[in-house]
């Protein structure tokens, strides 16, 4: 076999840090379902009002993981930051805290638009319908 037909057969990259892609379909793809959730967490406590320090973000995820080490958390926050859809502060000596990119926000929010489309919600009335059946986000 030639390198370019050996190409083909190597498995894809992991979703590693590199630069956001600006298709939002083909960059939340690149991103592991680990690194999805983080991005949720981190936009449900900003949408809280809590801080989203790496603490803070465990809490959030341990409603979905039993348990969530430091030793896979970081590796994950860092690919994030990488591809600027998460941004890192000093929150004080101790702690870093996160936030959403606009990047990380307009991902997150074309992933919502794609979804209320394929589940026929277009529109605040048709999530709020849903929301009322007892189809929406439960886990706050």
């Given at each position: 076999m030639?390198?370019?037909?050996l ?19 083909r ?5 592991t ?6 991005l949720?967490?981190?936009a449900?406590?900003e949408r809280d009002?809590?801080a989203?320090?790496?603490s ?5 995820l ?8 430091a030793a896979?958390?970081e ?13 890192k ?7 870093t805290?996160y ?9 997150l929010?074309?992933r919502a ?6 589940c026929?919600?277009?529109g ?7 929301v009322?059946?007892?189809?929406g986000?439960?886990?706050?």
């Amino acid at each position: 076999m030639s390198d370019d037909e050996l190409r083909d057969l190597e498995p894809p990259a992991r979703a590693v840090a590199s630069p956001a892609t600006t298709d939002g379909r083909r960059a939340w793809i690149e991103l592991t379902g680990f690194q999805r959730d983080c991005l949720e967490a981190v936009a449900r406590r900003e949408r809280d009002g809590v801080a989203c320090t790496r603490s803070g973000i465990v809490e959030t995820l341990e409603r979905r993981y039993p348990r969530v080490s430091a030793a896979r958390l970081e590796p994950n926050l860092r690919a994030l930051v990488g591809r600027e859809l998460l941004a890192k502060r000093e929150a004080d000596e101790r702690a870093t805290a996160y936030h959403l990119t606009g990047a990380g926000r307009a991902l997150l929010i074309q992933r919502a638009e794609r979804l209320a489309v394929l589940c026929d919600l277009r529109g605040s009335a048709g999530l709020e319908k849903a929301v009322a059946r007892g189809e929406g986000d439960r886990s706050g």
